[in-house]
């Protein structure tokens, strides 16, 4: 006996197992719900698979052990900054023929497929991207007096606009104006953002090498700035060095701060997880800088495939991810997993807002952007802003190219030193953290 696929691949009647490491994690009990459902139906229709729960979260820290020892998933999730590094290593599985076979190679949003790809193959699928705004506590806007009587809050359109707001939130509500990372790589990930605002470029290339750039003139104003919104105007909260990527999203949704840094794809953090009403949390664009730069730093989150996984398990996940809706598929299958996360992010107090276009079949994206109108549960005029900025011809940008995390990493050392200690000598701090990313890059990526 044998088992067809929608695509007409044939797999045989042994036993595969789909270790199914982009299963929700323990806390999260209805999106559990959801994957159990998505299991039972996806087991009924392909018998011969076994899905196996294999939570992960993907950390540069374990991530190489579970590779090296063979435990990784079969599927899991990463970030935007590193399928280049993890196809380097040989990680990753060559998932070019699964792809072809599905007719998927060519649905991938080709600024996406670049990021997955080396040497005319592809190493991953996107599960979605993301364009950085800013994160708005609409009760502390409205406590400051910074509502506008049509409802909608008056934002700073500007880094010193920022400044403004921040210091009146701070002197009605007591609360921080912003929350700003400092903690561990998110920091450098944030101050990113930032600095190319004030026009700086972190990274740059010349006579075919790559040259740190970690100590401009721009980067020295914005990290400066950074240190003003600290020790000048008293903005931040408490303790910038302990506020990491979840701490953020947790005050400002339970009123620790007012703003924050965050994208269209992590609505689910301040509501779900941290009980923030709907009506209460707005998305805007990011300040501009002095010079009028006003970019939108663009990541995501890409599904990816251990080496050690078969072709049939490949082709096993790309079928669940069909079932998930997350492929670029119309079919009742996809339809009803689609509407299953929204019915589900309207369950859970999540915003069902459009994501961000990582796949180009319009088909898709129109059943999609129809099932989104269907379960709207915000008022958009809190996120057009958002969402008409990042539409803008040159607005988004990617990450910076190479070692990026790493250079995360040094500039958050940088942000720790400038936010715990007022006489810190910024343009001494950036040198060093120029000189180690420059021996960095000249190890990794000059040498070839």
Same mark, same amino acid.
């Given at each position: 006996?044998?088992?067809?696929?929608?695509?007409?691949?044939?797999?045989?009647?042994?036993?595969?197992?789909?270790?199914?490491?982009?299963?929700?994690?323990?806390?999260?009990?209805?999106?559990?719900?959801?994957?159990?459902?998505?299991?039972?139906?996806?087991?009924?229709?392909?018998?011969?698979?076994?899905?196996?729960?294999?939570? %992960?979260?993907?950390?540069?820290?374990?991530?190489?052990?579970?590779?090296?020892?063979?435990?990784?998933?079969?599927?899991?999730?990463?970030?935007?900054?590193?399928?280049?590094?993890?196809?380097?290593?040989?990680?990753?599985?060559?998932?070019?023929?699964?792809?072809?076979?599905?007719?998927?190679?060519?649905?991938?949003?080709?600024?996406?497929?670049?990021?997955?790809?080396?040497?005319?193959?592809?190493?991953?699928?996107?599960?979605?991207?993301?364009?950085?705004?800013?994160?708005?506590?609409?009760?502390?806007?409205?406590?400051?007096?910074?509502?506008?009587?049509?409802?909608?809050?008056?934002?700073?359109?500007?880094?010193?606009?920022?400044?403004?707001?921040?210091?009146?939130?701070?002197?009605?509500?007591?609360?921080?104006?912003?929350?700003?990372?400092?903690?561990?790589?998110?920091?450098?990930?944030?101050?990113?953002?930032?600095?190319?605002?004030?026009?700086?470029?972190?990274?740059?290339?010349?006579?075919?090498?790559?040259?740190?750039?970690?100590?401009? !003139?721009?980067?020295?104003?914005?990290?400066?700035?950074?240190?003003?919104?600290?020790?000048?105007?008293?903005?931040?909260?408490?303790?910038?060095?302990?506020?990491?990527?979840?701490?953020?999203?947790?005050?400002?949704?339970?009123?620790?701060?007012?703003?924050?840094?965050?994208?269209?794809?992590?609505?689910?953090?301040?509501?779900?997880?941290?009980?923030? !009403?709907?009506?209460?949390?707005?998305?805007? !664009?990011?300040?501009?800088? !002095?010079?009028?730069?006003?970019?939108?730093?663009?990541?995501?989150?890409?599904?990816?495939?251990?080496?050690?996984?078969?072709?049939?398990?490949?082709?096993?996940?790309?079928?669940?991810?069909?079932?998930?809706?997350?492929?670029?598929?119309?079919?009742?299958?996809?339809?009803?997993?689609?509407?299953?996360?929204?019915?589900?992010?309207?369950?859970?107090?999540?915003?069902?807002?459009?994501?961000?276009?990582?796949?180009?079949?319009?088909?898709?994206?129109?059943?999609?952007?129809?099932?989104?109108?269907? %379960?709207?549960?915000?008022?958009?005029?809190?996120?057009?802003?958002?969402?008409?900025?990042?539409?803008?011809?040159?607005?988004?940008?990617?990450?910076?190219?190479?070692?990026?995390?790493?250079?995360?990493?040094?500039?958050?050392?940088?942000?720790?030193?400038?936010?715990?200690?007022?006489?810190?000598?910024?343009?001494?701090?950036?040198?060093?953290?120029?000189?180690?990313?420059?021996?960095?890059?000249?190890?990794?990526?000059?040498?070839?």
């Amino acid at each position: 006996m044998i088992f067809s696929f929608n695509n007409n691949q044939i797999l045989a009647q042994k036993k595969i197992r789909l270790r199914l490491g982009i299963w929700p994690e323990p806390t999260l009990r209805s999106d559990i719900e959801m994957f159990e459902k998505w299991k039972k139906e996806f087991e009924k229709k392909y018998p011969n698979v076994e899905v196996v729960p294999a939570t %992960y979260k993907y950390s540069p820290d374990t991530f190489v052990p579970l590779a090296e020892s063979g435990n990784l998933p079969t599927i899991f999730e990463t970030w935007f900054t590193e399928p280049q590094k993890l196809i380097a290593g040989k990680f990753v599985k060559d998932i070019t023929n699964e792809l072809k076979k599905k007719e998927w190679d060519k649905l991938i949003n080709p600024s996406v497929k670049e990021i997955l790809s080396k040497d005319g193959r592809i190493y991953g699928v996107p599960r979605d991207a993301y364009a950085l705004g800013m994160y708005l506590n609409l009760d502390l806007f409205e406590k400051a007096g910074l509502i506008n009587p049509d409802g909608i809050p008056k934002y700073p359109k500007t880094w010193d606009e920022l400044v403004k707001v921040a210091r009146t939130i701070k002197e009605k509500t007591s609360r921080a104006g912003l929350c700003l990372l400092a903690k561990d790589n998110a920091g450098g990930w944030h101050f990113t953002q930032i600095a190319w605002n004030f026009g700086a470029k972190l990274e740059i290339q010349k006579n075919g090498k790559w040259y740190a750039n970690l100590n401009s !003139p721009e980067v020295i104003t914005a990290m400066n700035f950074v240190k003003d919104l600290k020790w000048k105007y008293d903005v931040l909260t408490d303790d910038p060095t302990s506020e990491d990527w979840g701490t953020g999203f947790e005050a400002i949704a339970t009123g620790r701060a007012a703003m924050y840094l965050g994208a269209q794809d992590a609505v689910n953090q301040p509501t779900q997880i941290y009980g923030m !009403p709907l009506d209460k949390l707005a998305i805007v !664009p990011v300040p501009a800088g !002095p010079k009028g730069y006003r970019y939108s730093l663009m990541g995501g989150t890409p599904y990816m495939f251990s080496t050690k996984a078969s072709s049939d398990e490949v082709m096993a996940a790309l079928n669940f991810l069909e079932i998930m809706g997350k492929a670029p598929v119309v079919t009742p299958e996809s339809l009803a997993g689609m509407k299953a996360d929204a019915e589900n992010r309207v369950k859970n107090g999540v915003p069902v807002i459009p994501s961000f276009p990582a796949w180009i079949a319009q088909d898709w994206l129109k059943a999609q952007e129809e099932i989104v109108k269907q %379960y709207r549960n915000v008022d958009m005029r809190l996120y057009n802003d958002y969402y008409n900025w990042i539409k803008q011809k040159g607005v988004l940008r990617p990450e910076e190219p190479y070692l990026t995390q790493d250079m995360y990493a040094e500039l958050t050392k940088v942000l720790q030193a400038v936010l715990t200690d007022k006489n810190a000598d910024v343009k001494k701090l950036l040198n060093i953290a120029n000189n180690n990313l420059q021996k960095m890059l000249d190890m990794y990526v000059n040498k070839k």
